[in-house]
């Protein structure tokens, strides 16, 4: 499956972004996805991951209450809704995918499938 990241941007702090990830080729419905992001000298973390079957989520503490991870099916696409961002959020956002996955697959070797990355720069 080929993953294409977009949806970054410039926003002000307090502000919000939706973040979207479409998927080609493979059976999209299959596949674990999710988001992880590597702000400038520091290792990428997990940020978000649905399930498979869309039925779970999981959410780093840092961004729990403020983004939330969605999938349409449907349109092969998975989505970061991201609210109330902080300075802190501005990082170099990708996306991944893995099949069968859980929505706890929060290792970065988890994960074989992954798009480009979309940066996201929050202005204080």
């Known amino acids: 499956v080929q993953l294409q990241a977009s949806g970054g941007g410039l926003v002000q702090a307090g502000g919000s972004l939706r973040l979207s990830c479409a998927a080609s080729g493979g059976t999209f419905s299959t596949y674990a996805t999710a988001w992880f992001r590597q702000a400038p000298g520091k290792e990428r973390d997990f940020v978000a991951a649905v399930s498979w079957t869309g039925g779970s989520t999981y959410y780093a503490d840092s961004v729990k209450g403020r983004f939330t991870i969605s999938r349409d099916n449907s349109k092969k696409t998975v989505y970061l809704q991201m609210n109330s961002l902080k300075p802190e959020d501005t990082a170099v956002y990708y996306c991944?995918?893995?099949?069968?996955?859980?929505?706890?697959?929060?290792?970065?070797?988890?994960?074989?499938?992954w798009g480009q990355g979309t940066h996201v720069t929050v202005s204080s």
């Open positions: 991944a995918a893995v099949l069968y996955g859980g929505s706890r697959n929060t290792e970065k070797d988890q994960y074989n499938y």
